[in-house]
């Protein structure tokens, strides 16, 4: 089995990174693929950048040039629904595209060959990332420091198994934020790559899964929160979740 790792994060990838063992590295599309062990399982790791175009033609490489069995996306997110906090997990059930619209011509979302109703990920491998994350979260005293547990209101993290929207965008109006949670009901978490990974490995039939940790609220306040959060915070998040998972599979 050859899991791929698609991180958008260069400070998680560097985290994930200093943890693979005999690392083989294939540049290819302006992106460095990584081959390696990670916790003693076969895994290619990349930084896919931001952005729907850049994380859909990374996936595409994984699939069709390293031949990876399934993929995990790991990032941050900005929480639409008021219950997403700042440092919780959301696990995605289904991804949407919220910025597309060929209505009238087709009912808005629909994306073609997918439909518009989303795309669902592997259940499996979402439920084995939730049992990670949770128990990431039953221990986080043990990964982030007091001070920035304090800073950043970790006390009561939750792991949620929702439905996250994607576009091209960082959202950081509650206009915009509104906009999306109106006309795409039932969206816990934004960002901008979920929905395009899904999309391709939906198309070649690799299981797939998405985890994000909250780092700001789609609001006013992110282009403050999302940056303090990414650097002292998320990576940590991910690196621990990874080894979970890895390492009880
Ligand atoms: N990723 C993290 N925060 C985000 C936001 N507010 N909008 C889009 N993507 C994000």
């Known amino acids: 089995m050859k899991i791929g790792i698609l991180s958008a994060m260069q400070e998680e990838f560097d985290l994930l990174l200093s943890e693979v063992k005999n690392p083989r590295t294939t540049s290819l599309g302006m992106r460095e693929y990584i081959e390696g062990t990670l916790y003693g399982k076969d895994v290619v790791l990349v930084f896919s950048q931001w952005g729907k175009t850049a994380s859909a033609s990374t996936t595409a490489n994984l699939i069709n040039v390293f031949k990876i069995d399934r993929l995990i996306f790991t990032g941050v997110a900005g929480g639409l629904d008021d219950n997403a906090k700042i ?3 959301v696990i995605a059930r289904r991804l949407f ?9 087709k009912r808005r979302y629909y994306v073609p060959l997918v439909g518009a109703d989303g795309i669902a990920t592997d259940e499996k491998l979402s439920d084995e990332l939730a049992c990670a994350a ?16 304090a800073e950043f209101s970790l006390s009561n993290v939750i792991v949620h198994r929702k439905n996250i929207a994607t576009g091209d ?5 509650s206009d915009v934020r509104n906009r999306i949670m109106e006309d795409l009901p039932d969206m816990y978490a934004v960002e901008m790559e979920g929905a395009a990974v899904a999309q391709v490995c939906w198309e070649h039939k ?11 609220t789609a609001n006013e306040h992110s282009p403050m929160d999302y940056p303090k959060f990414l650097h002292r915070v998320a ?6 979740i990874m080894k979970n998972y890895i390492e009880h599979l």
């Open 87 to 89: 440092g919780d997990i």
């Open 169 to 173: 965008q960082f959202i950081k109006s």
């Open 235 to 240: 990576s940590i998040y991910s690196l621990y």
């Open 206 to 216: 690799i299981p797939f899964a998405v985890i994000r940790t909250i780092s700001d």
């Open 97 to 105: 595209h919220h910025d597309v619209d060929a209505s009238p011509f």
């Open 134 to 149: 949770q128990d990431f979260v039953d221990n986080i005293s043990s990964y982030i420091s007091d001070e920035d547990r």
